[in-house]
């Protein structure tokens, strides 16, 4: 089991992930041998609380995706426990029943994949409606309009398709669209990386305003590492499937701990001129970095070959969390020595 951050008593968890295993069937090698198997999340926990926003963060292929759709049942794991919004996944057979889909919903990155193209804004918003409550015409006519208006939008863009709105508005509608049916949580996939940096700041804070006035949590799915330490409250750290480090967002994204984590921070391009930057210290590996996703996960730490830290130990087992000053966890055996550094030049940046 990987590292796991609770920042609130366990009753006001509307979210725990506890030993999640998801694995996908790849290729064949040849014809008559068998499919090669792909761990996509291999033992990842998590928790998130009623009204907080954790951030999922990692570089791609690390599962980000695929623990987001275990969380909304549009995959099924291997072995693993998930309860969300009072709901055990385990429990379901097949798919999802309406009530959990009313409790749980999703925005996902790119809207026209998820928007109907031939409905017009106020048929995709009056869909949900009908399906879940048992409104008359007048009244589904009245909450699609205080959708709209929730989310910044007007009553012009009822008779719009959505190729007829710019980035930002279709995502809007999509956002309207999942808060149609009043949930508890919603997964956040990547919901503003395909939009402009004006417009991501925009969707993000109209996000914030809606989760502090209904009290939703989110499940923010990422790889924006400031846009991350911004949104969120808590942050989880995912490489190959495991989970490295979780905590607050501002310890986690100010003085990262795990090697992975400092790592991923120093990738970060600084917007610092080359002359202000504090020297950054030069990383050496000792092994050819293996390609990510490709392969069975080792035994023992998925990072250890990339690992400026790395011991024996990390070989053949994959440590148990270790507690870190400030809040959180780390999933390391030489925690000693990662507690024992200090945050890179690219956080340092990044916290001015």
């Given at each position: 089991m990987t590292a796991a951050h609770r920042p609130t008593a366990p009753d006001d968890d509307v979210l725990t992930v506890e030993d999640l295993w998801v694995t996908f069937k790849g290729g064949r090698r040849r014809p008559w041998s068998a499919r090669t198997l792909v761990p996509a999340v291999s033992g990842a926990s998590l928790f998130l609380a009623q009204g907080r926003t954790l951030g999922l963060v990692g570089e791609s292929g690390s599962g980000k995706t695929t623990l987001g759709r275990a969380v909304l049942r549009l995959i099924t794991p291997d072995r693993g426990a998930i309860t969300a919004a009072g709901f055990q996944l385990d429990r379901f057979r097949g798919g999802a029943p309406l009530e959990y889909r009313r409790a749980v919903q999703a925005v996902f990155q790119d809207p026209l994949g998820s928007?109907?193209?031939?409905?017009?804004v106020r048929q995709i918003l009056d869909e949900p409606l009908r399906i879940h409550f048992d409104l008359d015409s007048r009244q589904r006519q009245a909450r699609v309009r205080e959708l709209l208006e929730m989310v910044g939008l007007s009553a012009a863009h009822l008779t719009r398709y959505p190729y007829e709105l710019s980035g930002g508005q279709r995502q809007r509608v999509a956002i309207a669209k999942a808060l149609a049916v009043d949930p508890r949580?919603?997964?956040?996939?990547?919901?503003?990386?395909?939009?402009?940096?004006?417009v991501q700041s925009q969707i993000v804070n109209l996000l914030d305003d809606i989760r502090r006035d209904r009290g939703i949590s989110y499940l923010f799915i990422a790889h924006d590492l400031a846009l991350v330490r911004h949104a969120c409250h808590d942050v989880a750290v995912m490489y190959r499937g495991r989970i490295m480090e979780s905590g607050p967002a501002d310890r986690v994204c100010g003085a990262p701990r795990h090697p992975y984590t400092r790592l991923l921070?120093?990738?970060?391009?600084?917007?610092?001129?080359?002359?202000?930057?504090?020297?950054?210290?030069?990383?050496?590996?000792?092994?050819?970095?293996?390609?990510?996703?490709?392969?069975?996960t080792p035994a023992g730490c998925p990072f250890f070959h990339r690992c400026p830290l790395r011991t024996q130990a990390c070989a053949t087992a994959f440590p148990a969390p270790t507690a870190v000053p400030g809040g959180g966890q780390i999933a390391c055996f030489a925690a000693d020595r990662a507690l024992?550094?200090?945050?890179?030049?690219?956080?340092?940046?990044?916290?001015?």
């Open positions: 928007l109907d193209p031939l409905m017009e949580l919603i997964v956040l996939d990547e919901p503003v990386s395909a939009l402009d940096v004006s921070f120093d990738a970060v391009p600084e917007p610092v001129p080359r002359a202000m930057r504090p020297p950054r210290p030069a990383r050496r590996f000792d092994a050819p970095l293996p390609d990510v996703g490709t392969g069975p024992a550094g200090g945050p890179s030049s690219t956080v340092s940046a990044l916290s001015r």
